[in-house]
């Protein structure tokens, strides 16, 4: 079974400055899919950015970028440029299509505080 | 807005009655999965349905049940209800069988029982 760890229940960080936060998740498998959700306080689940472990090249996405390490089996996200804007949960969540399903296993994330 | 809907947003119950959620997937998505996240247990899966066939079951209690209608919507029947069954159920989206497993999520139904 895939298990996925956060090990920062909070975190906090100043507007404007940098903050990565952990993910480590434990798998035998070779296809896989990693992604980060952000969950603010309205409770909607957005997806922030996704990884596939094929692809060696760190995937990124404007102030969202990953440090994806498979061999440590690391996946660690850091955001850039803080905003008020990005205070929420974070979740990272591993996926490998088994049997023809895609479902997602979650951390039991991380709540990020941004302070103006 | 992901393009999926989830009725109703908030439903109060008693222990012991039984409730449907209901979720519509985006525009053409044929893959409807459910999720619980409560305060003890994170975020979990519980089942998975393609195209009217259910294709994985997660953490779902036998007293759940799910379906998955020829119009692709999807309905979380819950019965028997506990007061640890409270929590937020959200249905998510997605059709890697068009190459793009990324799951688009609704927004959730916040389930209470009294």
């Known amino acids: 079974a895939q298990t996925v760890t956060q090990s920062q229940p909070e975190m906090s960080v100043q507007e404007a400055e940098t903050v990565t936060l952990s993910c480590t998740y434990d798998?035998?498998?070779?296809?896989?899919?990693l992604f980060w959700y952000k969950q603010p306080p309205s409770r909607q689940m957005i997806l922030v950015i996704r990884?596939?472990?094929?692809?060696?090249q760190n995937a990124t996405e404007n102030r969202f970028s990953v440090n994806f390490q498979k061999a440590a089996k690391s996946f660690s996200l850091k955001i850039s440029d803080s905003q008020l804007g990005d205070t929420a949960m974070y979740f990272c969540?591993?996926?490998?299509?088994?049997?023809?399903?895609?479902?997602?296993?979650f951390g039991k994330g991380t709540k990020l505080s941004v302070i103006p | 807005d992901s393009g999926v809907t989830q009725t109703p947003k908030h439903l109060i119950t008693a222990t012991g009655q039984r409730v449907t959620l209901r979720c519509s997937p985006r525009s053409g998505d044929l893959s409807v999965y459910w999720y619980q996240q409560s305060l003890d247990q994170g975020l979990q899966f519980l089942i998975h349905y393609y195209n009217g066939e259910e294709r994985a079951k997660g953490n779902i209690l036998e007293r759940f049940s799910a379906q998955q209608f020829p119009d692709l919507h999807s309905e979380l029947n819950l019965s028997s209800l506990e007061l640890g069954d409270s929590a937020l159920y959200f249905c998510?989206?997605?059709?890697?069988?068009?190459?793009?497993?990324?799951?688009?999520f609704g927004p959730g139904t916040r389930l209470t029982v009294l």
């Open positions: 990884q596939e472990a094929y692809k060696q």
């Open positions: 998510a989206s997605s059709s890697p069988d068009r190459g793009n497993n990324e799951q688009f």
């Open positions: 969540a591993f996926m490998t299509p088994g049997a023809g399903s895609y479902q997602l296993t």
């Open positions: 798998t035998s498998e070779n296809n896989y899919y």
